[in-house]
Nanobody, 124 residues
Framework: QVQLVESGGGLVQAGGSLRLSCAAS????????MGWFRQAPAKEREFVAG????????DYADSVKGRFTISRDNAKNTVYLQMDSLKPEDTAVYYC?????????????????WGQGTQVTVSS
């Protein structure tokens, strides 16, 4: 069982930056592939970024490529999402997800564990 807790959300102006963190419980974090998803009001939850357990494979949604960066610190059991050049359309609740071992990073249903989400609001 893994518990995920996101933090770092908030209100920011367009063009600004935020860094989200997702802290995981347990001692086997390094064996988990991690993903970030987001859900805007009245929309489906969508893939944002993911990183395999090895750290060697990373993927991003086209809408955030070049602006967002995912990284992980296994010593701290934490995965990060650095969000730069934020746009109003990035406004959503951002969720962290985990899957032990391999997962198709953008496949929402492949993940076993989810955090409670953190709100990101980008004003124009």
């Amino acid at each position: 069982q893994v518990q995920l807790v996101e933090s770092g959300g908030g209100l920011v102006q367009a063009g600004g930056s935020l860094r989200l963190s997702c802290a995981a419980s347990g001692r086997t974090f390094s064996t988990y592939s991690m993903g970030w998803f987001r859900q805007a009001p009245a929309k489906e939850r969508e893939f944002v970024a993911g990183i395999h357990w090895s750290g060697r494979s990373i993927d991003y949604a086209d809408s955030v490529k070049g602006r967002f960066t995912i990284s992980r610190d296994n010593a701290k059991n934490t995965v990060y999402l650095q969000m730069d050049s934020l746009k109003p359309e990035d406004t959503a609740v951002y969720y962290c997800a985990a899957k032990r071992g391999y997962v198709v990073l953008e496949f929402r249903r492949g993940y076993d564990y989810w955090g409670q989400g953190t709100q990101v609001t980008v004003s124009s």
